[in-house]
């Protein structure tokens, strides 16, 4: 299998200045992963525990108060390694779209509220092309909407005359404009209604199997996530706690916290009651010693509490990091 | 006290900080001042400063330095009141529209809209200049206070329709709260600093009216103030004449307390406002 | 329909009683104060020397009396004075008797309009324009250049600062001259070189009001970039690898104009008090002059007309910005 995007030790903070008082928030905290050519793959965690702040790291967007601590992020692109952060603005802009695109959060505005659509895809497409006329590129927009089966005559639409779905939609169009190796997508069903989820998702999945690219989904819906991922990575404060192909991981959870994730969902026929991880999610600038999840963990062994457990492969493709499997 | 000493870190705040501080000492001194500000020829006239007259003479006959102490005190003294009269205005037309909403809120909000596009200015001069004679520090004080709580109301007004869809507002609501002390206890928590925040704005926009409406002679000229300070020496062309330190002095000290104001403001709502200080933090 | 209905009528009923609040207040102020403006001219009159009878003091007093509006009772004033002012009709001139004031008036408006409708609408555009990229590129050094210029300029009082320019350009160095709308002694004609003097003589009192009104826009402008460029549409365009001039201009600044707008329909508001310092400090003869001499000599047929004509003139334009208003915001125009 092709990697197409590869993170090395990748550590991002967010680092607060709260008049004098230094506060660091540990988002992304010393991240391994590989991500394939032609899969979905998905990061899962509850809300608050870095997913989002990965993405900013593997998309190179690192704003203050974010920053880059330490790591590398590797794509792979027309047979050649590029290592994100130390390419130039300029070229990490040339390899957004064309290798890497995004689809952000359902719930955000995302399109300039003051201009028709067709202008977002025009800004789109030129600052990626050149030597194209104004109307080639709109005949360009709507040829791409009309293939992935989007009425073209939304181009002329302003975004608040479309439906939350539909803006949805456009997004997933803009990130699929120019093809890219790769699509990252964060959160996109979240804030829309169960139906119009359904057709984001199909609309997404018909996507994938026929341009045959990568998706990287981040989702908290584990239900989202059990349909669409081909391989799923659990996050829990900053870190991959587990991964694991699709299947697998929902067949023998190994990690207790993926447990809980799991088991939170309702299953036909199923009237026991559903159980969720005691507790809340711990606040990424206090970090409990040893292994984040201790404190609510029915498990935890006095070593828990102290050292940190390592993301390690206990059967072939899947990774845990937790002491219990190395005490069996 | 915490407070204060983190944004005394903002060099802006600092700055601001202190030169108020100063000028409310001058203001302070006026009370043991040797002279009486309303007498001429108490001093030698048009000396320039000296050790004897530390700002020189007025061609009045008057002391600069303690002339300016007067001024000071009569300014500010004026501008508080404009500013409490028509923050008190602003905050119960804010809460009232805010927290009441329906008729209540259209009519005030209908007549802050009213006072924010008359050309309330040529009002003021208006009455200014009819009532010259009987406008002492105070009534000019509750003149502009009467005029200058349109936009702060609109802006308390929002942040109570915001505090309104708190859960707090239900939760006092349901354990039998009445309406009023609910408004005051819960709610002026998170109004004081917006509260605040105007308040210099609004202080620094009467003290500006009232150098105005003294230099357009609309003001009693007798008053010793900033504005009349300038007034009487524009009057007798010290600029002409080359008095620089009797034109000098109200012109300087009033550009101070402009800038002086103005920086505390702005460095009030930067620390207010958390967006704005994560990209202070960015920035350095 | 709904347009109408919704955006349109609204607006319009709120001219109309603003209007008719502003005429009101001007009606009611001069009646509300202690001073009577009759027995104030009287004593003005015997104080300059006049001998007067009890006989023609009472026939002086009440030709005084119907020319200032204040014959009859409080409602029938009322209604003079609306009807008065449907004729454009704001009865003579004190100082310059027997002229209407509305002939006064409509001498000196233009002057004025000129000044300051240039200068507000160029401050507004230069001053959003540079803030809005100030604003967006905020770490670039020419912004904070701008910034620190503001911080200065944007609180000193303006009459001082006015002066100031005055005392440099016109005193120091006499490059401009110290006042006036023209040079004396000039005929206007439409020629090359009257533009020239007008242009001369306009240039310090246009350059003082626009220092001020660019900084302020520029700090208006960055305050709302400053939150506008948080947007999510913003951080997307950028995550997009769009253009960052493109985002300024087409992201940024666009949406940031709006409420801008709102901001020039108020700033329109205080046109005639701008007026009134830039042209006492340099004696251009507009509505400001007039004004100030109205004061000075309590000329009150003069002053409420003046603040009439400005309370109509000012709503109006702010109607008139209000009615453009959809067509830079698409989701007001498709409601």
Redesign the interface.
């Known amino acids: 299998m092709q990697t197409v995007i590869s993170t090395k030790e990748l550590k991002s903070y967010y680092v607060?200045?709260v008049?004098?008082r230094e506060k660091v928030v540990k988002a992304v905290d010393d991240i391994n992963i590989d991500v394939y050519e032609n899969e979905i793959y998905g990061i899962a965690g509850e809300s608050g525990c870095g997913k989002s702040t990965l993405l900013k790291a593997i998309f190179g967007i690192i704003?203050?108060?974010l920053r880059l601590i330490a790591g590398k992020v590797l794509y792979f692109h027309n047979e050649q390694v590029y290592d994100l952060y130390s390419l130039n603005s300029d070229s990490r802009r040339s390899l957004r779209w064309k290798f890497i695109s995004y689809v952000p959060q359902g719930s955000m505005n995302v399109l300039n509220p003051v201009v028709k659509i067709k202008e977002t895809f025009k800004d789109f497409l030129d600052s990626h092309l050149k030597g194209k006329t104004k109307n080639e590129y709109y005949e360009m927009a709507k040829e791409h909407l009309t293939n992935l089966g989007l009425p073209p005559k939304i181009l002329e639409a302003y975004p608040h005359q479309l439906s939350g779905g539909m803006r949805q939609r456009v997004t997933i169009a803009l990130a699929t404009l120019l093809n890219p190796k790769i699509i990252i997508a964060d959160e996109p069903t979240t804030a829309l209604d169960v139906v119009t989820q359904r057709g984001v998702i199909q609309l997404l999945r018909d996507i994938q199997s026929t341009l045959m690219n990568t998706i990287v989904l981040v989702t908290h819906d584990m239900g989202v996530q059990a349909t669409m991922s081909t391989r799923i990575a659990v996050m829990y404060a900053g870190k991959i706690i587990e991964e694991a192909p699709t299947t697998k991981l929902f067949q023998d959870p190994k990690h207790p916290y993926t447990r809980y994730l799991i088991h939170s969902l309702p299953k036909f026929g199923d009237k026991s009651k559903r159980s969720s991880a005691p507790g809340s999610p711990p606040s990424l600038a206090a970090l409990p010693p040893g292994c984040a999840f201790h404190p609510r963990c029915p498990y935890a062994l006095e070593k828990c509490k102290s050292e940190i457990p390592a993301l390690r492969s206990y059967e072939p493709d899947h990774k845990t990091a937790c002491w219990l499997m190395e005490e069996r | 006290m915490k407070v204060l000493k983190?944004l005394l870190?903002d060099g802006k705040f600092a700055f601001g900080f202190f030169v108020l501080i100063f000028l409310i000492f001058l203001a302070f001194l006026s009370f043991f001042s040797p002279y009486d500000p309303y007498r001429w020829n108490v001093v030698p006239r048009d000396t320039p400063p000296s050790w004897s007259h530390i700002l020189g003479t007025t061609s009045r006959g008057q002391d600069v330095f303690w002339e300016l102490c007067f001024a000071v005190r009569n300014s500010l003294a004026m501008s508080l009141i404009a500013g409490v009269f028509s923050r008190i205005i602003a905050i119960l037309v804010g809460m009232v529209a805010g927290y009441r909403g329906g008729m209540a809120d259209r009519f005030l909000m209908?007549l802050s809209?009213?006072f924010?596009?008359?050309?309330?200015?040529?009002?003021i001069?208006?009455?200014g200049?009819?009532?010259k004679?009987?406008l002492s520090l105070v009534s000019l004080g509750l003149l502009l206070g009467v005029f200058g709580w349109a936009w702060d109301a609109r802006v308390i007004r929002s942040q109570v329709l915001s505090l309104r869809e708190r859960d707090f507002t239900y939760t006092s609501l349901l354990s039998g709260a009445r309406t009023m002390s609910l408004i005051f206890k819960e709610y002026m928590p998170f109004l004081t600093p917006l509260v605040f925040a105007t308040f210099i704005g609004n202080v620094?926009w009467a003290i500006?009216m009232e150098?105005?409406l003294a230099?357009?002679?609309?003001f009693r000229i007798e008053i010793p103030s900033l504005g009349t300070m300038l007034q009487w020496a524009l009057n007798y062309q010290a600029?002409l004449l080359g008095y620089w330190w009797w034109i000098g002095t109200p012109?300087v000290t009033?550009?101070m307390l402009?800038?002086a104001?103005?920086?505390l403001s702005i460095s009030i709502s930067e620390y207010l406002d958390p967006?704005?200080r994560?990209?202070r933090?960015?920035?350095? | 329909m709904n347009f109408v209905k919704r955006y349109l009528l609204p607006r319009l009923i709120?001219y109309f009683?603003?209007i008719f609040?502003?005429i009101t207040?001007?009606f009611i102020?001069?009646r509300l104060?202690?001073?009577d403006?009759v027995l104030q001219t009287i004593t003005r009159l015997r104080a300059q020397g006049a001998y007067m009878d009890p006989e023609s003091t009472q026939r002086t007093i009440e030709t005084l009396q119907e020319l200032f509006g204040l014959k009859g009772s409080l409602s029938d004033q009322y209604v003079k004075f609306w009807q008065r002012l449907f004729k454009g009709d704001f009865g003579p001139s004190f100082f310059q008797f027997p002229t209407p004031v509305m002939t006064l008036i409509k001498q000196s408006l233009p002057w004025t309009a000129a000044l300051l409708l240039t200068t507000t609408l160029v401050s507004w555009l230069l001053g959003n324009i540079l803030g809005g990229f100030a604003g967006y590129f905020?770490?670039r050094r020419w912004g904070k250049i701008l910034d620190y210029f503001a911080?200065?300029i944007?609180?000193?009082?303006y009459?001082?600062l006015a002066l100031g320019l005055l005392?440099l350009f016109a005193y120091v160095f006499p490059i401009f001259p110290l006042g006036g709308g023209y040079t004396i002694g000039m005929r206007l004609t439409w020629s090359w070189n009257t533009f020239l003097t007008l242009l001369r003589h306009a240039f310090l009192p246009a350059l003082s009001l626009l220092l001020i009104g660019i900084f302020v826009w520029f700090q208006a402008m960055k305050l709302v970039v400053?939150?506008v460029k948080?947007d999510d549409f913003v951080k997307y365009a950028e995550i997009g690898g769009i253009k960052s001039n493109k985002i300024a201009r087409k992201y940024v600044i666009k949406n940031a104009m709006l409420p801008q707008i709102t901001g020039l329909a108020?700033s329109l508001?205080?046109?005639?008090?701008g007026a009134?310092?830039t042209e006492?400090v340099f004696s251009y003869p507009g509505l400001g002059t007039l004004?100030?001499n109205s004061?000075?000599t309590?000329d009150?047929n003069l002053?409420?007309g003046?603040?009439a004509i400005?309370?109509l003139v000012?709503?109006t334009s702010?109607l008139v910005i209000d009615l453009l208003y959809p067509l830079f915001d698409p989701r007001v125009r498709y409601k």
């Not at chain 2, 933090?281 to 350095?284: S, T, V």
């Open positions: 607060l200045d008049f004098g704003d203050p108060p | 983190d870190r209908f809209d009213s924010l596009v008359l050309p309330l200015f040529l009002i001069v208006l009455i200049s009819m009532a004679a009987r620094s500006g150098i105005t230099i357009l002679n609309v600029l012109v009033s550009v402009f800038i104001l103005y920086l967006r704005m994560v990209q933090i960015g920035k350095a | 709120i009683l603003v609040i502003g207040t001007v102020i001069p104060l202690p001073t403006p905020s770490s911080m200065v944007r609180p000193m009082p009459y001082i005392i400053q939150s948080t108020l508001g205080q046109i005639f008090s009134l310092i006492m004004l100030y004061i000075f309590g009150y002053l409420m003046i603040t400005s309370i000012v709503t702010i």
